[in-house]
Nanobody
Framework: VQLQASGGGLVQAGGSLRLSCAAS????????TGWFRQAPGKEREFVAY????????YYADSVKGRFTISGDRAKNTVYLQMGSLKPEDTAIYYC??????????????????????WGQGTQVTVSS
């Protein structure tokens, strides 16, 4: 399984970027996708989650209303549209895939350990 994240770059505060995460290597029916980010010196944190059919979507409070996660099942690709970017959004952004299996608590999708496959990350830098 390979996840290829792309779309990062340098943008001014208030600008927008769209990240893509293309998956290959197996059938993804039932799998869910998450976006996480990691700033220098900080732990990797949850950003957004999308269930495999888009029926469940969640966001971190810090990005709610500014970021949108979407997917194209035909292309095995998930997107993260980021708007109204702030300098504090600067980080390496990672996409991750969680294989379908029973979960024991409601907010499992926020944990890095819940995901089975990770992309290589793409740098997002927001200048003030």
């Amino acid at each position: 399984v390979q996840l290829q994240a792309s779309g990062g770059g340098l943008v001014q505060a208030g600008g927008s970027l769209r990240l893509s995460c293309a998956a290959s290597g197996r059938s993804f029916s039932g799998d869910a996708t998450g976006w996480f980010r990691q700033a220098p010196g900080k732990e990797r944190e949850f950003v957004a989650y999308r269930s495999w059919n888009g029926g469940y979507i969640y966001y971190a409070d810090s990005v709610k209303g500014r970021f949108t996660i979407s997917g194209d099942r035909a292309k095995n690709t998930v997107y993260l549209q980021m708007g109204s970017l702030k300098p504090e959004d600067t980080a390496i952004y990672y996409c991750a895939l969680a294989r379908a299996r029973p979960r024991t608590f409601a907010t499992w999708y926020k944990g890095v350990d819940a995901y089975d496959y990770w992309g290589q990350g793409t740098q997002v830098t927001v200048s003030s």
